[in-house]
Nanobody, 115 residues
Framework: QVQLMEFGGGLVRAGESLTLSCALTGSALTADGMGWYRQTPGKQRELVAG???????DYADHAKGRFTIYRGNVRNTVFLRMNSLKVEDTAKYYC?????????WGQGTQVTVSV
């Protein structure tokens, strides 16, 4: 059974850093695409950063220059390094991995940034 889990959320102060981790288990295949999204109450889920099967990454404007998405050495793991966090980065962060055009989502991990 395929499962995807996120780790690493928490409460930090503005200006601090946090790294989120995501691992997909239960599949013998390698994810084609990976991404991090976030959502706040009453708003739609939005892309934060994405990776295709190559090395290039895409970032939302609010993440450029502060966040870095990268694959782990273990298959189907992906990380999101978040620097210079702002109060407005407070959200629930979700990982998505795509295998053979099927999307797998985790339950999300809460990131709260205080002043």
């Amino acid at each position: 059974q395929v499962q995807l889990m996120e780790f690493g959320g928490g409460l930090v102060r503005a200006g601090e850093s946090l790294t989120l981790s995501c691992a997909l288990t239960g599949s013998a295949l390698t994810a084609d695409g990976m991404g991090w999204y976030r959502q706040t109450p009453g708003k739609q889920r939005e892309l934060v950063a994405g990776l295709g099967d190559g090395l290039s990454a895409d970032y939302a404007d609010h993440a450029k220059g502060r966040f870095t998405i990268y694959r782990g050495n273990v298959r189907n793991t992906v990380f999101l390094r978040m620097n210079s966090l702002k109060v407005e980065d407070t959200a629930k962060y979700y990982c998505k991995q795509q295998i053979r055009s099927r999307d797998y989502w985790g339950q999300g991990t809460q990131v709260t940034v205080s002043v």
